[in-house]
């Protein structure tokens, strides 16, 4: 069409990713996200609100029972797939860490990297981690009792305020890999990552709902993640000691288990986080 250029940059509208599908939020509402260091819109994204909040959960609860039911190797095969979607979508990430969230040319290579590696990091312990911290349990009497880890169900993640791609993927990877399912809560200056992972996410072969994520600001959404009672885990990575508190309140309602703040990648501690420990006695003898 004359007068107009070639290489018009059209800004991305970025959605949520709720239940395997990318909606709108229910609100109408958005913010812009800009080019590191301009005022030229990258994209603009959905700014969720507390129904989307409900809208998640209520994804995330119907998927966590089958996810849980499924084969521990079957878990880790996924995990291991979104590590080739990822790797798949270097460029993409690149560009996105580089341009829009203004991290340094020299860095870009190594979130990605730790990214990518935190995915296959966690699907190898998705068979394995049974058998580390199972037990068998010496008892006096007629009973064999053992220990087993199984899932809490579903957690919701609140991402640290300071973007660190290795480290929220690392989280969301631990929470799954225990055959839990997440609501995941992105800040505003994590937010233009959620396109390229949801795309990651959707072409995985990850069952609908165990993973969604929200852009949104949480100042707005704190109190319905705390408060909502078909959350049975709450994580915070921020430091916000105000809202820790915050957080650890609202919890006792249901008796959410709270995790906090940590800077450990890639550890087995990070998915113990997130699994419950249940003993069985069973009789045994005459």
Same mark, same amino acid.
């Given at each position: 069409m004359a007068?107009?250029?070639?290489?018009?940059?059209i800004p991305?509208?970025?959605?949520?990713?709720?239940g395997g599908e990318f909606p709108r939020t229910?609100?109408?509402r958005s913010f812009p996200c800009y080019y590191a260091g301009t005022k030229? +819109?990258? &994209?603009n994204l959905c700014l969720a609100s507390r129904k989307d909040i409900r809208t998640a959960v209520t994804a995330a609860r119907d998927a966590q029972k089958s996810w849980a039911e499924r084969s521990a190797y079957n878990r880790g095969q996924i995990l291991y797939r979104m590590a080739e979607m990822a790797e798949g979508k270097r460029l993409e990430f690149a560009e996105i860490l580089e341009k829009v969230i203004g991290i340094s040319s020299t860095d870009v290579k190594g979130e990605i990297d730790g990214a990518i590696d935190s995915f296959v990091y966690y699907a190898g312990w998705c068979d394995k981690y049974q058998q580390v911290i199972g037990a068998v349990n010496p008892v006096n009497g007629p009973h064999h009792n053992f220990t087993i880890p199984e899932a809490t169900g +579903?957690? &919701?993640?609140?991402?640290?305020d300071k973007f660190d791609f290795a480290k929220i993927v690392s989280d969301i990877a631990a929470i799954v890999a225990g055959g839990n399912s997440a609501v995941v809560l992105l800040p505003e200056g994590s937010s233009p990552i959620l396109a390229a992972l949801?795309?990651?996410?959707?072409?995985?072969?990850l069952p609908k709902g165990v993973i969604n994520l929200l852009s949104?600001?949480?100042?707005e959404l704190a109190n319905p993640f705390g408060s909502h009672m078909e959350i049975q885990s709450l994580c915070y990575r921020g430091t916000d000691q105000k809202r820790i508190s915050e957080f650890k309140t609202l919890a006792v309602e249901n008796m959410k288990r709270f995790v906090g703040p940590t800077k450990k990648i890639m550890t087995l501690e990070n998915l113990l986080d997130f699994v419950e420990y249940k003993t069985v006695w069973h009789p045994i003898g005459n």
């Open positions: 007068g107009l250029s070639s290489d018009l940059a991305k509208t970025i959605k949520l990713f709720i229910e609100s109408g030229k +819109v990258y &994209a +579903v957690i &919701a993640l609140i991402c640290d949801s795309e990651v996410l959707a072409t995985s072969d949104g600001n949480i100042e």
